[in-house]
């Protein structure tokens, strides 16, 4: 079911505004006016055209996996909130500060890939095609970027969350699309994500054709799974008794299916939940009233479990010397994963390398 989003039709007249901003810009680019750079390695581009949580980073995750095998994968992404400048090349003991939560993850999970997080993509591009040829990448995957028309990707995947699609959606500040549903024509394919499992192939059929594509562009639906508890500081295993007080924490965009998923896994559990803005910082008040809680709830001799996103732990994990062992030994995050719907994605990974194989044969035809 889509979620009716709230919205005051006073902001109307800037969304109008903003959307000839837009507009204008696309115009220029277009025409040329403002050049764009078309890299030399093929460039996947993983994005969305509205604010907020759509599944970027897994999917950026699983596009590695799913390519690793059979090429050597590097990732540019800007490293939205991090406390650094310019262009960085990420390494194993980069932390979340350096080189932003999201590409902190990534690297987490896929440490064998080349990252590098700059603003400015076009150089960072440049640098990854500059190496040398035994670690220069023979794929590229633009974390986010489908918006900033500097760069060309030859693949542009764009992401819309099953319940907050594009097509029910409105010009910022009315909604959330930072762009024009005319940008859908320019990519490749739409993922949908964030798709209940329990939607059946009709249903399918009959949302994507809300999505409005040509012939030629691709549609695949995609869901998440949630993996069990793991501890963040020690190698306990996740452990609850009757007595046990779980509460969820996090700072994402889209918090509710977090909560969610963890409300059916553990039903039956007293549970608290505390919100934060996406890509919270999280500071020494933050962690004392997480303290309180345990306090709180030992008092009343209850036991309790934090549990919160990987992206959360991605920055807590580098703050132990401000984290009591209070917090330490029950503190625990939920690795999740992506995965298609139907069988869905072996035909997506079929996609991807035909429009790769595509590049590598225009660019062995040329003189």
């Not at 994963?337 to 040329?366: A, M, P, R, T, Y």
Request: overall charge positive.
């Amino acid at each position: 079911m889509l979620e009716k989003q709230k919205r005051s039709p006073i902001l109307a007249p800037f969304a109008f505004l903003y959307g000839r901003g837009v507009a204008v810009r696309n115009f220029l680019f277009s025409k040329g006016y403002i050049t764009s750079y078309m890299p030399k390695i093929p460039t996947i581009c993983v994005g969305n055209i509205a604010v907020g949580g759509t599944g970027k980073t897994p999917m950026v995750e699983f596009l590695i996996k799913k390519l690793s095998d059979s090429y050597r994968v590097a990732v540019v992404s800007r490293g939205y909130k991090r406390t650094t400048h310019g262009m960085i090349v990420a390494t194993k003991n980069s932390t979340a500060k350096e080189i932003g939560d999201e590409p902190r993850q990534i690297l987490t999970n896929c440490p064998n890939i080349t990252l590098v997080v700059d603003g400015n993509r076009k150089r960072a591009l440049t640098f990854l095609e500059e190496l040398p040829i035994s670690e220069r990448p023979e794929v590229i995957i633009m974390d986010d970027g489908l918006q900033h028309r500097k760069v060309i990707p030859h693949v542009r995947i764009l992401l819309t969350a099953f319940h907050t699609p594009y097509f029910s959606d409105k010009l910022l500040p009315w909604g959330n699309l930072r762009e024009n549903l005319s940008a859908v024509t320019n990519v490749d394919c739409v993922v949908v994500t964030k798709t209940p499992l329990s939607i059946s192939p009709i249903e399918l059929k009959l949302y994507a054709r809300k999505l409005h594509l040509f012939e030629n562009q691709k549609c695949f639906f995609s869901a998440i799974y949630y993996g069990v508890p793991k501890a963040l500081f020690t190698n306990a295993p996740f452990c609850v008794s009757k007595s046990t007080v779980i509460i969820a924490f996090a700072g994402i965009a889209d918090v509710q299916p977090f909560f969610d998923a963890i409300d059916k896994a553990y039903p039956s559990y007293v549970k608290e939940y505390c919100t934060y803005p996406d890509h919270h910082n999280y500071k020494k008040t933050d962690l004392k009233y997480l303290e309180s809680l345990v306090t709180k709830f030992q008092s009343k001799n209850l036991s309790v479990q934090f549990i919160t996103t990987q992206k959360d732990a991605e920055k807590l994990k580098h703050m132990s010397s401000a984290i009591s062992p209070l917090i330490q030994n029950v503190l625990f995050y939920i690795p999740i994963v992506i995965d298609f719907l139907g069988g869905s994605g072996e035909k997506f990974c079929n996609f991807i390398e035909q429009k790769i194989s595509s590049f590598e044969q225009d660019l062995n035809s040329k003189p």
